[in-house]
């Protein structure tokens, strides 16, 4: 079956600029995640969402960093006024339930200059 | 809080078995991951085992868990030309959903 999806596979931006990313889970899924996966950093858990369920946005490195998901499915992680350090490889993960193994999608690679 | 440590290169020939390392930090782990993640690709889940296992093994792949010393390997038996990837160690903790990963470990396999 289909897995999870992202777009775009690859974003260049000037720095300053909105981005907005966007991620369709497994169907059926109930939680999804946002990581991101940089050079110094590793991979970063950034926010989690479970049903209707208020998100957990601890992993949020600031306010200009927002994520929202419409109607239990689809996901858009936006990014404002986007810095040089902002650059890094977005994964989307989704599980069947929020204790279930996690399912990542190939990730959308974006670079600042 | 979590923290997860892996090596981060290895080298082995074609047919031999590899063995990639790591440690965790948390006691509280509930379970434990290993991705594959392919040049350009997300993360591939290889396997993962409970907390209250001590080994798993699915094919080529075996697991190891010391609980005591927090330590976790992934053996890879009669390594091919595609399991050259990034691997990654990660783990959950109880009442935790996110998931807390190493640094990574590349192997390349040596035709």
């Known amino acids: 079956g289909a897995g999870v999806s992202q777009s775009p596979s690859n974003k260049v931006t000037e720095k300053g600029k909105d981005v907005e990313l966007r991620c369709d889970p497994i169907?059926?899924?109930?939680?999804l995640y946002w990581y991101r996966q940089s050079l110094g950093q590793g991979l970063e858990f950034l926010i989690y969402?479970?049903?209707?369920?208020?998100?957990?946005k601890s992993g949020l490195p600031s306010d200009r960093f927002s994520a929202e998901r419409t109607g239990g499915s689809v996901s858009t992680l936006t990014i404002q006024r986007t810095q040089q350090e902002d650059s890094a490889v977005y994964l989307c993960a989704s599980s069947l339930g929020a204790e279930d193994t996690q399912y990542f999608g190939p990730g959308t690679r974006l670079t600042v200059l | 809080g979590e923290d997860v440590e892996q090596s981060l290169f290895l080298s082995v020939r074609e047919g031999d078995s590899s063995v990639i390392n790591c440690t965790y930090t948390?006691?509280?782990?509930?379970?434990l991951y290993w991705y594959k993640q392919e040049p350009g690709a997300g993360l591939q889940l290889l396997t993962y085992?409970?907390?209250?296992?001590d080994m798993k093994q699915d094919q080529r792949l075996t697991v190891l868990l010391n609980k005591k010393d927090k330590h976790l390997s992934l053996r890879i038996a009669d390594t091919q030309t595609g399991d050259s990837a990034i691997y990654f160690c990660a783990e959950r903790t109880y009442g935790n959903n996110r998931l807390a990963f190493g640094k990574g470990n590349q192997v390349v396999v040596i035709p």
């Open positions: 969402f479970q049903g209707n369920s208020a998100p957990d």
């Open positions: 085992i409970f907390s209250n296992m």
């Open positions: 948390d006691s509280s782990s509930t379970y």
């Open positions: 169907s059926g899924h109930t939680a």
